[in-house]
């Protein structure tokens, strides 16, 4: 009983070290300030563009002014609000469809790595038959015969993302379900609820950030490319649909390359920023990189060239 409170007590701790870490990681605070960069942008930022992302506001394919920053499309809207406004839909489907697919992924691994015998068979056989569907041409197959709109894409990208991350989880409870603390939780009478959620959950916190943050890149960039294909609904302002009417208006024959080049480098930043976090979850999580850490950052406080072969350690009687 005393190791299981141990153990579940420590959950606090536990999450109060990985913010530490996390804190303390340089690439982990490059990408999350980017990232809320993005977040607040897609808040706050269509409150304040102060004009209509739909309204033609002058001619088409208009360069970059004092007047319209980012320019004109082909239609003769402002391409600055239609990138400030197309941010809200596209983090908004590419952060439901990372979280939908991680709880989704979790679900079914856990319970079928924790439980086994014909559940965990059951499980893994739909597990299977959704790894070797190929994800992106269901993707666009699926998105070809649903309404368009946000909701479609979204159900999509999930029904064909949640498949890897609950063969990984499924794994990771197998490991873990013959530990110690696991044995003594169900000796002492807890329910498989508490033992998979409050026992073995908290232990795998670097594989569900992991999992969400690569299910959210790939949502991202799988979103803005369905809608580039014309798979979504064109009459909404997102990042896709941007990069859709910009080629549709054929923007790179006409050399208005201000109509793709801020949409492309938003999508770049967050994936960009997404990845950074992910590197720095790993190096944390990770004890051969923690450990390679820790010799650099030792190796650079002594001034110690990784091309030195006997580092010369300076003592106090020198």
Not at 8 to 13: A, E, F, I, L, V
Not at 44 to 55: E, I, R, W, Y
């Amino acid at each position: 009983m005393a190791a299981q409170q141990g153990n579940s007590g420590g959950g606090g701790s536990r999450a109060a070290g990985w913010l530490r870490l996390l804190l303390s990681n340089r690439k982990a605070m490059v990408g999350t300030l980017i990232v809320l960069f993005f977040l607040l942008l897609s808040l706050l930022g269509p409150s304040m563009v102060g004009q209509d992302p739909h309204a033609f506001v002058g001619m088409p394919h208009e360069a970059p002014s004092a007047e319209h920053l980012f320019g004109t499309n082909g239609q003769g809207q402002d391409v600055l609000a239609q990138t400030i406004v197309g941010a809200r839909t596209s983090l908004a489907v590419g952060f439901a469809t990372g979280f939908a697919v991680i709880a989704i992924g979790a679900a079914i691994g856990m319970a079928g790595g924790y439980f086994g015998g014909w559940i965990d068979s059951v499980l893994s056989l739909l597990t299977n038959v959704f790894l070797i569907i190929p994800g992106l041409p269901m993707a666009v197959v699926i998105a070809a015969y649903l309404p368009a709109g946000p909701m479609t894409i979204l159900f999509v990208l999930v029904l064909t993302g949640w498949a890897w991350n609950a063969r990984v989880l499924r794994s990771q409870v197998l490991a873990l379900r013959d530990k110690d603390f696991v044995s003594a939780a169900l000796v002492s009478g807890e329910s498989s609820a508490r033992i998979i959620f409050v026992e073995i959950l908290p232990n795998m916190t670097s594989l569900l950030m992991s999992g969400f943050i690569g299910a959210t890149v790939y949502a991202i960039g799988a979103q803005v490319g369905l809608e580039f294909l014309g798979l979504g609904d064109l009459s909404a302002v997102t990042w896709g649909t941007n990069l859709y009417w910009a080629s549709n208006n054929a923007a790179l024959l006409t050399g208005a390359w201000w109509t793709i080049v801020p949409t492309g480098v938003c999508v770049a930043l967050v994936g960009f920023a997404l990845t950074l976090i992910n590197y720095a979850i790993d190096e944390i999580s990770n004890p051969r990189l923690r450990s390679e850490g820790a010799w650099s950052r030792l190796l650079r406080s002594r001034k110690v060239t990784a091309g030195s072969s006997t580092p010369v350690v300076r003592t106090h009687g020198a």
